[in-house]
C-alpha cells in the first residue's frame, strides 16, 4: 500500500529553472525518507500477524514411541502411535487420523489404523469461537490499512508546511536583500547631503541606524533561509544548494466546502471507529455462543489388524464404526455473562466516542473553512495594500521625473513597496497553509 500513495498537490507552482516543485519533493520524501521504511515494515508485521491467526486451521502431527520391561513378569512391551487432526474451517469440525502399533511379547501385536470426525452442534456451531482469532485479525488487517494512510497524511501535511515555508523564507531573503539595497541608495543620497551640509548629523545618524537595521533583517532572513533549506534537504537527501522551491504562494486555490456530512461519515476516523465496533460485535457473537451447551457429535471408521509381523497385520483387518454424542451444559456461566457486559458496554461507550468524534470534525472543518476564507479576504487586502505602494512607487517616480520630486523620495518609496510584498507574502504561506490543514482534515491529501 505504502508503494501506492499519492499525494494529492493541488498546488500550483510557478517556473524556475533548477527548483524542485512541491510534487518531486513529496515523492523524495516517500522514496528516502526512513519514516516510509517505518510504515512498510508496519504493514509487513501486519500481514504476518495475520497469517499467523488465519493458521489455527493447519494440520498438526503428533508422534509416541514407548519402550518398556517389567522385571517381575520379565516382559517388554513396545508401542508407537503417530496421528495428525485438524480443524475444518468451514463447519468448526476436527478431523484426526490415527495410525498405532503395539506389542507386549504375550499377545500378537496389535495395528490399528482410526479416522474421527468431531461436529459442535451447539457451542461452536460452524467453528464460530475458533475463528474468532482469525476473523478479528481480518478487521485489523483492514484498520491496520487505513491507519497506515492516516499516519502518512499527517506526516506529509507536516513536511509539505515546511516546503510553504521553505517558499515564504525565499520571499522574505529577497525582500529584505532588495531592502538592504534601498537601504545602501538611502544612505549614500544622505551621506552627500550631509557633505554638503544639506543635512544635520542627527539625520545622518538616522539613516546610519536604518541602513544596519536592514543589513541585520537581510542576515537574519539569509539565515533562516539557509536553516530551511538544510533541514528539508537533509530530508530528501539532496544538497542544500540545490533545494529551492518551485512554488507559488500567492496562487488562488479551489477549495470546495463540499458536504460536510458526507466528509464526515466517510472520514478515516470515523471508519476506524467502525474497524472497533466490527470487532466488538464479533466478540459479542462469540461471547453469546459460549452461553450454548457443548453437543458434539462424534463419527469414527477403525480398522484393526492382529498378527506377529506388522506388514503381516494389514492383511487381515477388522473394520468397526461408531456414532456418538457428548452433551455438556455449565452450571452459571459467570464469567461469560460478564464478558458479554463488558463486550455490550464497549459498544455503549463507542457510539458516543463516534459521536463526539463526528462533532468534534464537523467543527474542525467548518473552523478550517472558514480560515481558509479569512485568510483569503487578507490576501486580497495584502495585495491592495501592494497595489497602492506600487501606485504610489509610480507617481513619485514621475514626479521625480518632472523635477518634482526628489531622489530620496524615489527611493523611500521604493523600498516602503518592497517591504509591503512581504505582508502578502506572509498572509499568503498561512493561506496555503490552511489548504493543506483542510485537505489533510477531509481526507483528500492523500489516497
Given at each position: ?141 483492514e484498520a491496520k490499512q487505513l491507519s497506515l494512510a492516516e499516519q502518512s497524511e499527517a506526516f506529509l501535511a507536516s513536511k509539505s508546511k515546511r516546503f510553504i515555508d521553505l517558499a515564504l523564507a525565499q520571499e522574505k531573503a529577497e525582500t529584505y536583500r532588495m531592502n538592504l539595497a534601498f537601504s545602501v541608495q538611502q544612505l549614500s543620497i544622505t551621506s552627500e547631503k550631509y557633505a554638503q551640509s544639506l543635512l544635520t548629523k542627527s539625520s545622518l545618524l538616522q539613516e546610519q541606524d536604518s541602513f544596519v537595521r536592514a543589513q541585520q533583517q537581510s542576515l537574519q532572513a539569509n539565515q533562516e533561509l539557509s536553516s530551511v533549506r538544510q533541514e528539508l534537504a537533509f530530508m530528501v537527501a539532496v544538497d542544500s544548494k540545490l533545494m529551492f522551491a518551485e512554488f507559488d504562494l500567492f ?197
Amino acid at each position: 500500500m505504502i508503494k501506492n500513495l499519492t499525494a494529492i498537490v493541488c498546488l500550483t507552482v510557478s517556473s524556475q529553472i533548477g527548483a524542485i516543485t512541491l510534487s518531486e519533493y513529496i515523492n523524495k520524501l516517500t522514496q528516502v525518507h526512513p519514516f516510509y521504511a517505518q510504515l512498510l515494515l508496519s504493514e509487513e508485521a501486519s500481514q504476518i500477524n495475520h497469517q499467523s491467526a488465519k493458521s489455527y486451521s493447519d494440520w498438526s502431527a503428533q508422534l509416541n514411541v514407548n519402550d518398556s520391561y517389567s522385571p517381575t513378569t520379565s516382559l517388554n512391551s513396545a508401542s508407537y502411535e503417530v496421528s495428525t487432526k485438524k480443524i475444518i474451517e468451514e463447519t468448526g469440525g476436527n478431523l484426526k487420523l490415527k495410525h498405532s502399533w503395539s506389542d507386549n511379547s504375550l499377545t500378537q501385536a496389535t495395528n490399528l489404523t482410526s479416522i474421527t470426525y468431531s461436529q459442535p452442534l451447539m457451542e461452536n456451531q460452524g467453528g464460530v469461537n475458533d475463528s474468532l482469532s482469525a476473523d478479528l485479525a481480518d478487521i485489523d488487517l483492514e484498520a491496520k490499512q487505513l491507519s497506515l494512510a492516516e499516519q502518512s497524511e499527517a506526516f506529509l501535511a507536516s513536511k509539505s508546511k515546511r516546503f510553504i515555508d521553505l517558499a515564504l523564507a525565499q520571499e522574505k531573503a529577497e525582500t529584505y536583500r532588495m531592502n538592504l539595497a534601498f537601504s545602501v541608495q538611502q544612505l549614500s543620497i544622505t551621506s552627500e547631503k550631509y557633505a554638503q551640509s544639506l543635512l544635520t548629523k542627527s539625520s545622518l545618524l538616522q539613516e546610519q541606524d536604518s541602513f544596519v537595521r536592514a543589513q541585520q533583517q537581510s542576515l537574519q532572513a539569509n539565515q533562516e533561509l539557509s536553516s530551511v533549506r538544510q533541514e528539508l534537504a537533509f530530508m530528501v537527501a539532496v544538497d542544500s544548494k540545490l533545494m529551492f522551491a518551485e512554488f507559488d504562494l500567492f496562487q488562488d486555490q479551489k477549495v470546495s466546502s463540499g458536504d460536510i456530512a458526507r466528509f464526515v461519515g466517510n472520514s478515516r476516523t470515523i471508519r476506524q471507529i467502525n474497524y472497533d465496533r466490527q470487532k466488538l460485535k464479533r466478540q459479542l457473537i462469540s461471547n453469546e455462543n459460549k452461553l450454548e451447551p457443548s453437543l458434539n457429535l462424534s463419527v469414527s471408521l477403525t480398522s484393526q489388524g492382529n498378527s506377529n509381523s506388522y506388514f503381516d497385520s494389514f492383511a487381515n483387518q477388522d473394520t468397526s464404526w461408531k456414532v456418538g454424542l457428548s452433551f455438556m451444559y455449565p452450571l452459571g456461566n459467570t464469567k461469560e455473562l460478564l464478558d458479554i457486559r463488558r463486550t455490550e458496554n464497549l459498544l455503549s461507550q463507542l457510539n458516543f466516542r463516534q459521536q463526539e468524534a463526528e462533532l468534534n470534525l464537523e467543527q474542525q472543518i467548518v473552523s478550517l473553512l472558514s480560515r481558509v476564507d479569512l485568510l483569503q479576504e487578507l490576501m486580497g487586502i495584502s495585495l491592495k495594500q501592494s497595489q497602492l505602494a506600487n501606485a504610489k512607487t509610480l507617481e513619485v517616480e514621475a514626479k521625480y521625473n518632472d523635477a518634482l520630486s526628489q531622489k530620496s523620495s524615489v527611493v523611500a518609496a521604493q523600498k516602503s513597496a518592497n517591504l509591503t510584498k512581504l505582508s502578502y507574502a506572509q498572509a499568503a504561506a498561512s493561506y496555503q497553509k490552511a489548504v493543506i490543514d483542510y485537505l489533510s482534515l477531509t481526507d483528500q491529501l492523500v489516497k
